[in-house]
């Protein structure tokens, strides 16, 4: 965008000095916008991609993750709090920001809110004079994080709960935390509501219209009025959309969309916010978030159950590297610090990350591009490290190949890519190719479906040494505007997870081949490579015996020599329980398997199917049954 404006402005500045004659053969429009497209508060919110939650509380004293209520404030008491140590270990883990629990579902509230008897004031800490929301937004300035809070809707302590007055009183502590602790980059309203609780003394269930009880479009006002910088995080958005899971993962295939309005909380299909609404008309990109415990407060027990930095890098990879954000939950101990285990790990997954994609291999090469749409939007963009520079695609043109040569071969085995997404979400479907020893493309081995890309793409594939690496884009919802492409060796580690996943492949969901005999469907699944289960004809059916969510289906080709029954061109396709609404799923081919049958893994966005048809759409020799050592569904 930088260069096109410029670009204009010398246009402007010129036509002007030789009186107003064209010059439109220098001056190239950026690709309209695509809808929906994110407002620019959306866009810096993404790029902070990794940012920290921290669980404080009452319950960090109780050893409850929903506290009911009635536990008087004076059990608060953390002795050595210090949030300057939290803000600290939180630069150290490479979070660029801060969301502090200042009031969770039981109600009590870290500030000393004037509503309330139920707050730090009423507690031992600091003899009441404490206000934790203030040290922490003052600690951040310090260390150069940014701030923000999370206020539990539901609250189990309040007497009235449920009624039109708490809404008053829910207003107020909003207004209170928008107005005295300086800027915040995020509000985060929870969605969860249990029903019951202390409320006073009531202790009942209480039920609210969770759609329509807050009347989150007055908090909206509200917040664009005080705060208009903040995006607001709710199940659906309008900011920021929960990802559905408390994982701490996105799908591999993730839409920045939602369909305007549909998600609230309580929704009940909420596993589709992992990947989004690939039709929605709303921008509403996911943000994952996970403790690095297994609760979201402390608990000692828990001690030696903390995340390793291993599993937190996998998370990154499957968040900010499937278009999310990576909101990492901290809970502080009964002391009011980060536990040096939690600091220790967080600042070891940092370093890794910072390890495995340290060296852009690609940086300043200008690789080859199937077609550039000129001006400002050329491929040295894609490799120039500056955000608003990018490359795109004529008007009509829809795919392309991005071809990168190196002078020798070298060793690859991550790769970045993103797209340019203040002008939209485009691409749908790519696959990344490298150069083997006789020249010829062949895929990478990859854990995961090559869809869409969106804000930020990792991928992680099993290492290849090559002197070249292509990324084909295949559809995409109109023409490409990427601005970043980054590939890299990740070093020693890089081909652990694909050891993993190669040795968990196997795993499969019980099933049974139907029209297969019982001799030959046991070869299948008796996981001895040598054993081969031959279908004649030229579909396999999968029978999972009930419905389940699977995302990948697996098998080993024939092994004995020479391989029998190899399948070149496929098409999957899947259906329900009672083998109705079949739909095909995915087709392509399984390249490259006659010189190398290895394990062929089929990835895709999840489906709720207890059927999955295989079907083989050419074979490498004619007229062969299929031949399938091992099969496995996941
Ligand atoms: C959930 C809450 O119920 C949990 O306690 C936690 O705060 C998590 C981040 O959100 O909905």
């Not at 002007?16 to 929906?36: I, K, Q, Y």
């Not at 039981?106 to 500030?111: R, S």
């Not at 997954?349 to 591009?369: C, M, W, Y």
């Not at 029998?564 to 329980?577: N, P, T």
Request: proline share 5%; charged share 20%; with cysteine.
């Amino acid at each position: 965008m930088k260069k096109s404006t410029s670009l204009s402005a010398l246009c402007l500045a010129s036509m002007l000095a030789v009186g107003l004659s064209s010059c439109s053969s220098t001056h190239v429009e950026a690709p309209a916008p695509l809808l929906p497209v994110p407002e620019p508060k959306q866009v810096e919110w993404q790029k902070m991609e990794t940012y920290a939650f921290i669980h404080f509380g009452l319950n960090t004293f109780n050893d409850r993750e929903w506290g009911y209520g009635d536990t008087p404030a004076e059990v608060f008491n953390p002795a050595r709090l210090d949030c300057e140590q939290w803000a600290r270990t939180l630069v150290a883990a490479g979070m660029k920001g801060v969301i502090l629990t200042a009031k969770h579902h039981d109600g009590f509230c870290l500030w000393p809110f004037a509503g309330t008897d139920y707050s730090v004031a009423n507690s031992p800490y600091k003899d009441g004079k404490g206000d934790i929301v203030r040290e922490l937004s003052e600690a951040c300035k310090k260390y150069g994080l940014k701030f923000a809070v999370y206020l539990s809707p539901w609250d189990r302590h309040q007497a009235n709960y449920g009624s039109p007055e708490y809404l008053d009183y829910f207003y107020a502590q909003l207004r209170d935390l928008l107005t005295n602790y300086g800027e915040v980059f995020e509000v985060w309203f929870d969605g969860a509501n249990g029903g019951d609780g202390w409320y006073g003394g009531a202790k009942e269930t209480r039920t609210i219209d969770r759609r329509n009880y807050y009347n989150y479009s007055r908090i909206y006002e509200m917040l664009d009025s005080i705060q208009p910088q903040a995006v607001i995080f709710s199940d659906g958005g309008p900011g920021c959309r929960w990802v559905g899971n408390e994982r701490g993962f996105a799908g591999a295939t993730n839409w920045a969309f939602l369909r305007k309005g549909e998600v609230y909380p309580g929704y009940d299909k909420s596993y589709e916010l992992q990947y989004g609404h690939a039709d929605g008309d709303q921008w509403v990109a996911a943000e994952c978030d996970v403790s690095i415990r297994p609760g979201w407060f402390y608990h000692p027990e828990q001690d030696s159950l903390v995340k390793t930095p291993e599993q937190l890098v996998d998370l990154y990879y499957r968040s900010v590297g499937h278009n999310g954000t990576l909101l990492l939950n901290f809970p502080v101990d009964r002391n009011g610090l980060i536990h040096p285990i939690d600091s220790a790990n967080a600042v070891r997954f940092h370093q890794i990350i910072q390890e495995e994609l340290k060296t852009n291999l690609v940086a300043g090469l200008t690789p080859q591009v199937s077609d550039e749409r000129g001006g400002a939007y050329v491929a040295s963009a894609l490799t120039d490290n500056d955000y608003d520079t990018f490359w795109a695609t004529t008007d009509s043109v829809v795919t392309a190949d991005i071809t990168f040569a190196f002078p020798s071969a070298l060793r690859m085995n991550r790769m970045l890519l993103q797209e340019y997404i203040p002008l939209g979400q485009r691409v749908k479907a790519f696959t990344v190719e490298y150069r083997d020893a006789s020249g010829n493309w062949q895929p990478v081995v990859l854990n995961e479906e090559t869809t869409t890309i969106g804000y930020k793409r990792l991928l992680r594939f099993s290492s290849v040494v090559s002197d070249g690496i292509r990324i084909r884009i295949t559809d995409a919802r109109g023409p490409l505007c990427l601005n970043n492409i980054g590939v890299y060796d990740a070093g020693e580690q890089a081909d652990k997870l694909f050891e993993e996943v190669q040795a968990s492949k196997m795993q499969s969901f019980p099933f049974t081949l139907s029209g297969v005999n019982a001799e030959s469907a046991a070869a299948a699944s008796d996981r001895d490579e040598k054993t081969t289960c031959f279908v004649d004809g030229d579909l396999l059916t999968v029978d999972l015996g009930s419905e389940r969510f699977v995302s990948s289906f697996h098998f080993l080709p024939d092994q004995s020599e020479p391989n029998r029954g190899l399948i070149s061109h496929y098409e999957l396709s899947v259906a329900d329980a009672d083998g109705q609404h079949v739909r095909k799923i995915k087709a392509g081919e399984f390249s490259n398997i006659r010189n190398n049958p290895v394990m062929q893994s089929v990835y895709f966005t999840p489906v709720k199917a207890r059927y999955l048809y295989l079907k083989a759409v050419r074979m490498v020799t004619e007229n062969e049954p299929m031949g399938f050592a091992e099969i496995a569904v996941r």
